[in-house]
Every structure is written in structure tokens, then in C-alpha cells.
């Protein structure tokens, strides 16, 4: 036991005793439904994830064959892709300690954060860089609608800006992810790269190439940051359950022994009573 | 993203046959050089991924556009239209895409990000003609907004309406 209980076997902690196995197991109940939840909700976010996979990686081909490298200097702009709800692990909290990272190495990159829980995190140190938020993020997978707005309120803004990272959390497998960024490459970047000559394209059109692009890079960190979560959700409550269990298993032991003991010293009183009238 | 431009007249054109591109890309195994390497795929579908065709026809902003092997690399923004895949086999499949960007890579290689792509059969030239009614009311009544985004329905409704059976 991790805890001494009164050693009085009274009623009242008998009563104590109950009350918290009740919780405990009411508890139990929760965790293990949201981890079946999360489990469903997995199945799908992992199929979601790898068709956002192959949408990314062929909208990113044209800036692998071009070589395409981001600018190092000017405004930078930085997205986090995280969520809302909480009860998922270090998921939140990595993600939120990358961006950190990246930001004392450039204090001045402006932040758009997607999701009320990295916005909470960020906001401690760096409320200034904040320049968009947005919430009602992660309840469902995400749409592509969704990716489109965000790239379009960031145009909004008006700021040029010369790079742009998205930081998500990849998905490696089912019990682990790893915060990682990828770059959204601008327009300019596109028009300095080493083999952007190879290609036949009109004027115009790289400028809305890269817009296209930031928006598919957009929905793809929100699908597998997505996958993260919901996976990360799975284990998280997966050992809260055990954790439960178990101290069900201990409570149930404890009140037992406190019920005979209870029991003992009523019978006790009792007989003692009895005999001291002969 | 700009809305999509109307195109009124579409040109079928054929680009010049350029010998392959060798430069250094990750080693996969080369397209076999009579075919280009299609990767059609939306956000929440891919439909072709790493596959061979013979011919691939696209409709862009800047006109129709037939893509074979060994094609110039170019970078294509799609219109409301149909895209026509002629595969190895030799059967053709055709799929309405809504707009997006097409992209020729050097290595016989055809990368389409389309947001949305269905087969031609999917569509009821009824319930197209339905929504084409509803969208030329909104087009002259409402905000300005609303005005905008049912002028671009119409877009994509009337080219629909020109396939859809």
C-alpha cells in the first residue's frame, strides 16, 4: 500500500474506503471507453494519414526534383499543428518543445497555432509571436477545407514572408511519433532553385503553385498529427485503465480486511459486554 | 488560391518529344520509356500511385493537354474538366476533377494534385442540372462573397453538366 489508513476500523473508514473504490472504479469505466474511442477513431485517423501521405509527398515532388532550398534569411513564419483536447500523452508538450527550440534560435518568427493546447503552452513565453490561432481543431479528421482556410487566412495577413516550417508530430508507429517540421517553400524560393529551369511554367503560376502547396502541407501535418494523437490517446488511457485496475484490486483488499476487522471488534465489544453481565 | 480562369476555347495541343532527363534523383526502378509514371491524388483518396500509363489528358487553364512518355517537364494548373487515363491496358478511365495542379517531372513522371475526382459514371445529369439552377439564383443575389464563390459552382457545374450523362 502507498498510503497508511487509520489505524481506528470504524465504520466511518469503512465508509471512506467504499466511497473511493466507487470513484476508482467509475474511473476505470471512463478511461477504458475513451480508449476504445481512441482506438476507433485510430483505425480511421491511420487511413486518413496515409492518403494525406501520398497527397503531400506529390505535391511536394516538383520542389524535390527543382532542389528547392528555403531561405535562411527574412520573415519566417512558423505553423504548429496541434489540437484541442488534452488526455493524449507528451503529445502537446513535445510539439510545444520543438517549437521552443526553433524559436531561440529565431525570435522573431511569427507563429500561426493550430489548437488551443499549444496555443496555452506557447502563449507562456512567446504571446508576442503569436499572430493567428485557431481552435476546434482535432475533434475530427481533418478536411482539406480546413487546410484551404488556414493557408488563406495566413495570406490575409498581408506579410511577405521568405520561409515557412510547419511543425507536426510524425507518426512512426503505433506507440511512438517524433515532432518534426518540413518547410513549405515560397514562391521565391521555387524560382531560385537549381533545376527550376527544367520546367515550362507560366509566369504566374508559381505564385499559386506555392499557395496550393502550403495548403496541402497544411492538411497533411494536421492528418498525421491527427494519427498521433489519437494513438498517443489509445496508450495514454490504455495504462490509465491498468493503473485503475490495480488500485482496484488493492482498494477491494483493503476493504475487505477493514469490513472482518470491523466485524471482529463489534463481536468483540459484544461479548466482552456479554460475559462482564455473568 | 485565384479562381480558376474560364477557358472559352480549348486548344488540343501536343508538346515536343525531349530526350529523357539523367540527372540524379533516388534510385526507383525507371519508367519504361515508352510510358509515363502517373500519380493521381486527392486529399482523402489516392486514385493512381506510382503506375505506368500510355497517355494521360488534361484539362488546364491554359488549355487541353495530352501528356505522353518523355514529356517536357511542366508545371499545369487544372480547370473544371475531365481527366482521360489511358492505361497499359489500353481501357480508358475518366475522371471529373474539380481544379487543382498538374505537374510533368523530369523523369517521365506525372504528379496531379486534384481536390476532388470522380468518375465520369459517379455523376445524374439531373441532380447537375438541379444545382446549376440553385447556383445561377445565388449568382446574381446575395453578398459579394456568396456572389464569388456561386460563380466558381457554376464553373465547375457547367463543365460538368457538358460530360455528366
Same mark, same amino acid.
Request: hydrophobic residues 40%; aromatic residues 6%.
Given at each position: 500500500?502507498?498510503?497508511?489508513?487509520?489505524?481506528? &476500523?470504524?465504520?466511518?473508514?469503512?465508509?471512506?474506503?467504499?466511497?473511493?473504490?466507487?470513484?476508482?472504479?467509475?474511473?476505470?469505466?471512463?478511461? &477504458?471507453?475513451?480508449?476504445?474511442?481512441?482506438?476507433?477513431?485510430?483505425?480511421?485517423?491511420?487511413?486518413?494519414?496515409?492518403?494525406?501521405?501520398?497527397?503531400?509527398?506529390?505535391?511536394?515532388?516538383?520542389?524535390?526534383?527543382?532542389?528547392?532550398?528555403?531561405?535562411?534569411?527574412?520573415?519566417?513564419?512558423?505553423?504548429?499543428?496541434?489540437?484541442?483536447?488534452?488526455?493524449?500523452?507528451?503529445?502537446?508538450?513535445?510539439?510545444?518543445?520543438?517549437?521552443?527550440?526553433?524559436?531561440?534560435?529565431?525570435?522573431?518568427?511569427?507563429?500561426?497555432?493550430?489548437?488551443?493546447?499549444?496555443?496555452?503552452?506557447?502563449?507562456?513565453?512567446?504571446?508576442?509571436?503569436?499572430?493567428?490561432?485557431?481552435?476546434?481543431?482535432?475533434?475530427?479528421?481533418?478536411?482539406?477545407?480546413?487546410?484551404?482556410?488556414?493557408?488563406?487566412?495566413?495570406?490575409?495577413?498581408?506579410?511577405?514572408?521568405?520561409?515557412?516550417?510547419?511543425?507536426?508530430?510524425?507518426?512512426?508507429?503505433?506507440?511512438?511519433?517524433?515532432?518534426?517540421?518540413?518547410?513549405?517553400?515560397?514562391?521565391?524560393?521555387?524560382?531560385?532553385?537549381?533545376?527550376?529551369?527544367?520546367?515550362?511554367?507560366?509566369?504566374?503560376?508559381?505564385?499559386?503553385?506555392?499557395?496550393?502547396?502550403?495548403?496541402?502541407?497544411?492538411?497533411?501535418?494536421?492528418?498525421?498529427?491527427?494519427?498521433?494523437?489519437?494513438?498517443?490517446?489509445?496508450?495514454?488511457?490504455?495504462?490509465?485503465?491498468?493503473?485503475?485496475?490495480?488500485?482496484?484490486?488493492?482498494?477491494?483488499?483493503?476493504?475487505?480486511?477493514?469490513?472482518?476487522?470491523?466485524?471482529?471488534?463489534?463481536?468483540?465489544?459484544?461479548?466482552?459486554?456479554?460475559?462482564?453481565?455473568? | 488560391?485565384?479562381?480558376l480562369r474560364l477557358v472559352t476555347r480549348s486548344v488540343l495541343r501536343s508538346r515536343p518529344v525531349v530526350a529523357p532527363w539523367r540527372g540524379s534523383f533516388r534510385g526507383y526502378a525507371e519508367v519504361p520509356s515508352d510510358k509515363i509514371r502517373l500519380n493521381l491524388t486527392l486529399p482523402h483518396q489516392t486514385i493512381y500511385q506510382d503506375v505506368d500509363v500510355v497517355q494521360v489528358n488534361l484539362p488546364a487553364t491554359t488549355g487541353d493537354l495530352g501528356v505522353l512518355a518523355n514529356h517536357v517537364p511542366t508545371v499545369e494548373q487544372l480547370r473544371p474538366g475531365v481527366i482521360d487515363v489511358v492505361e497499359e491496358s489500353g481501357s480508358t478511365k475518366q475522371f471529373f476533377v474539380s481544379g487543382g495542379f498538374a505537374v510533368v517531372q523530369p523523369g517521365s513522371?506525372?504528379?496531379?494534385?486534384?481536390?476532388?475526382?470522380?468518375?465520369?459514371?459517379?455523376?445524374?445529369?439531373?441532380? #447537375?442540372?438541379?444545382?446549376?439552377?440553385?447556383?445561377?439564383?445565388?449568382?446574381?443575389?446575395?453578398?459579394?462573397?456568396?456572389? #464569388?464563390?456561386?460563380?466558381?459552382?457554376?464553373?465547375?457545374?457547367?463543365?460538368?453538366?457538358? #460530360?455528366?450523362?
Open positions: 500500500m502507498s498510503r497508511s489508513i487509520a489505524p481506528a &476500523n470504524t465504520y466511518a473508514t469503512l465508509r471512506e474506503i467504499e466511497s473511493r473504490l466507487k470513484s476508482i472504479k467509475n474511473i476505470e469505466k471512463i478511461t &477504458n471507453t475513451m480508449k476504445i474511442v481512441a482506438s476507433t477513431k485510430l483505425s480511421r485517423a491511420q487511413r486518413a494519414m496515409f492518403d494525406s501521405r501520398a497527397y503531400g509527398e506529390t505535391s511536394d515532388e516538383i520542389f524535390k526534383k527543382a532542389a528547392t532550398q528555403p531561405a535562411t534569411e527574412g520573415n519566417k513564419l512558423i505553423i504548429v499543428s496541434s489540437s484541442d483536447k488534452g488526455l493524449c500523452g507528451g503529445i502537446h508538450s513535445q510539439i510545444s518543445k520543438a517549437v521552443r527550440a526553433k524559436l531561440a534560435l529565431e525570435p522573431e518568427a511569427d507563429l500561426v497555432i493550430l489548437g488551443d493546447k499549444a496555443k496555452t503552452q506557447l502563449a507562456r513565453s512567446y504571446a508576442s509571436n503569436i499572430v493567428l490561432s485557431f481552435n476546434q481543431v482535432g475533434k475530427e479528421i481533418p478536411t482539406f477545407a480546413e487546410a484551404q482556410t488556414v493557408a488563406d487566412k495566413i495570406f490575409k495577413l498581408g506579410k511577405k514572408y521568405d520561409s515557412i516550417e510547419i511543425f507536426y508530430n510524425k507518426f512512426k508507429s503505433g506507440i511512438s511519433f517524433e515532432p518534426t517540421s518540413v518547410p513549405a517553400f515560397t514562391e521565391e524560393s521555387l524560382k531560385s532553385s537549381p533545376n527550376f529551369s527544367a520546367y515550362d511554367i507560366e509566369e504566374d503560376l508559381a505564385e499559386d503553385l506555392t499557395e496550393f502547396a502550403l495548403a496541402n502541407a497544411i492538411y497533411w501535418a494536421l492528418a498525421e498529427g491527427h494519427a498521433c494523437e489519437q494513438s498517443a490517446r489509445r496508450s495514454a488511457m490504455d495504462n490509465a485503465s491498468k493503473n485503475a485496475g490495480d488500485m482496484i484490486g488493492r482498494y477491494s483488499i483493503l476493504y475487505n480486511r477493514t469490513r472482518q476487522a470491523v466485524i471482529t471488534n463489534e463481536l468483540v465489544d459484544i461479548i466482552t459486554g456479554a460475559s462482564s453481565l455473568q | 488560391m485565384s479562381a513522371l506525372l504528379s496531379i494534385n486534384a481536390i476532388e475526382a470522380y468518375p465520369v459514371e459517379d455523376f445524374s445529369a439531373e441532380a #447537375v442540372r438541379a444545382q446549376l439552377a440553385e447556383a445561377q439564383k445565388n449568382a446574381t443575389s446575395g453578398s459579394e462573397i456568396d456572389q #464569388v464563390e456561386a460563380k466558381i459552382e457554376l464553373e465547375v457545374l457547367e463543365a460538368l453538366a457538358a #460530360v455528366a450523362k
